[in-house]
């Protein structure tokens, strides 16, 4: 799996792990696209470890064409907050949400989520004070073509680097 922040491009991280397991570390309020070797995963989990409330990153993950999907969000092993994600139709609505929208560009095969924690954590615990937190996508693909939109992306989606202050009130 390859990880690209969209400010760095040209700069990307691959990950090698035990499938589908993979822990990268990331820059809270970035963008990034995420792509893989083969065929994307059938079913991915992503759990945004050590997030404070409110603390987000968005991800654009490369499917083939023609994949539709069923997206969550909820608690690890809890049902009372699971949510299912609103298809949005533009990226500036994804980033405008509070992390229950998701938006699936055909053209470019990206599918975007704005991944959001919602509850406080405290001390140094890696879950939330309700429990680990996760957002679970489930992708039909209809073709087994490799899932690496790296060509694609990068025009329509890369970024200007800035910078974001990282110290907390």
């Known amino acids: 799996m ?8 040209n700069n990307p991280l691959s990950l090698k ?4 397991t993979y822990q990268p570390i990331v820059q809270l309020e970035k963008t990034y696209t995420m792509h ?3 065929r994307a995963p059938d079913k991915l989990y992503i759990k ?3 997030f404070n409330r409110g603390d987000w990153l968005r991800v654009g993950i490369c499917y083939p064409s023609g994949t539709t999907f069923k997206i969550t969000r909820g608690l690890w092993r809890q049902s009372q907050y699971k949510q299912t994600l609103r298809r949005v139709y533009n990226v500036a609505d994804v980033d405008r949400s509070n992390g229950d929208a998701y ?3 055909e053209g470019h095969r990206l599918l975007f989520i704005k991944v959001v924690a919602r509850f406080n954590r405290e001390g140094w615990y890696y879950c939330s004070v309700k429990g680990c937190e996760e957002i679970t996508i489930e992708a039909h693909m209809r073709s087994g073509e490799r899932s690496d939109c790296r060509h694609r992306a ?12 990282l110290q907390r009130a």
């Open 154 to 165: 990068y025009g329509p989606y890369r970024t200007s680097p800035h910078h974001v202050n």
């Open 2 to 9: 390859t990880l690209i922040r969209d400010d760095y491009p």
């Open 48 to 50: 945004p470890g050590e």
């Open 17 to 20: 792990g035990i499938a589908p």
């Open 36 to 38: 893989w070797d083969g």
């Open 103 to 105: 938006f699936w560009d």
